[in-house]
């Protein structure tokens, strides 16, 4: 579409009214002939003299008539087109929303961030709010699945992810009869680049209060992922060395967790003594009162 300069003659003040009336903002193409086929791609040219005639050269010499017709492609945009809403994440869309992250994060240059504090920064700083990123990823979810996402549902769900990724890790961090899984571990390990910045709570102990081992905790949730991450000079047999390092790292954690477990017992066992005590002379006390009534 031609973007009209101003006027270039020294006996012209102003511009064709016809022509001025015609901007990239109004959906209009301008032709120059009747057929409307050849667009006008020239600066068009009017001398004050003559407040109807349009000239395509500036010395005046080549007389044009503008038709005009309207851009019906800016009628029929995508944005315009309808689409059924969308009940409910399936898995192809959840994978396609991580996949859609791990593009805005990849964007800048700085690979993959190594903890969620970081991660959410980062999605925040891309789009200048949270909900620009939010509205983003709903079009580029719509257009894909050809449903209508809601910005909000697509946060949520998001955070339902994080969520997630967070219980496992947290669940797996110590030994116990079930193990928790996420349908999506794998894909937010990958996201993370397999770290993480969730502090595990303290335990408390009949040796007072121990912290949990980011060490085993690792490894912990490593042997749970769905998908075992391998470098290409992993040998698949683990050097014996580490296997027993291993070995006793388990051991240690499961003597704890019996400690922990004896400890909680006994004061339980603790609490309902006084509280039968206490019950008991509390009865012994009424008696004595009925007596001297």
């Given at each position: 579409m031609p973007i009209?300069?101003?006027?270039?003659k020294a006996d012209v003040s102003i511009i064709w009214q016809r022509t001025a009336k015609v901007s990239t903002d109004s959906g209009m193409t301008l032709f120059v002939d009747s057929q409307k086929s050849i667009a006008l791609n020239e600066q068009l040219y009017q001398a004050a003299r003559e407040a109807t005639t349009c000239y395509i050269d500036d010395a005046m010499t080549e007389r044009v008539t503008v038709y005009v017709t309207e851009n019906l492609e800016a009628e029929t945009s995508p944005a315009d087109v309808t689409f059924p809403p969308n009940e409910s994440f399936n898995r192809e869309q959840t994978r396609f929303l991580i996949d859609l992250i791990r593009?805005?994060?990849e964007a800048d240059?700085?690979?993959?961030?190594?903890?969620?504090?970081?991660?959410?920064?980062?999605?925040?700083?891309?789009?200048?709010?949270?909900?620009?990123?939010?509205?983003d990823m709903a079009n580029k979810l719509s257009k894909h699945f050809m449903e209508t996402f809601d910005p909000s549902k697509v946060a949520r769900?998001?955070?339902?992810?994080?969520d997630g990724y967070k219980k496992v890790l947290e669940h797996n961090?110590?030994?116990s009869p079930t193990r928790t899984r996420f349908q999506f571990f794998t894909e937010m390990e990958e996201l993370l680049d397999g770290h993480h910045d969730i502090d595990l709570a303290p335990v408390g102990t009949v040796h007072g209060v121990v912290g949990r081992r980011r060490k085993t905790f690792s490894m912990d949730c490593q042997r749970d992922s769905s998908v075992a991450r391998q470098t290409p000079a992993a040998s698949p047999t683990q050097p014996l060395?580490?296997?027993k390092r291993q070995e006793d790292d388990y051991s240690t954690l499961l003597d704890f967790l019996r400690e922990s477990e004896a400890a909680s017992q006994r004061r339980h066992e603790e609490i309902l003594a006084q509280m039968k005590s206490a019950q008991k002379g509390?009865?012994?006390l009424m008696c004595k009162f009925l007596e001297k009534m």
């Open positions: 009209f300069s101003d006027i270039n593009s805005q994060l240059g700085r690979g993959l961030p190594r903890t969620f504090k970081e991660l959410n920064y980062r999605l925040k700083s891309a789009k200048g709010q949270k909900k620009n990123l939010w509205v769900k998001w955070y339902t992810l994080e961090s110590v030994s060395r580490k296997r509390f009865e012994e």
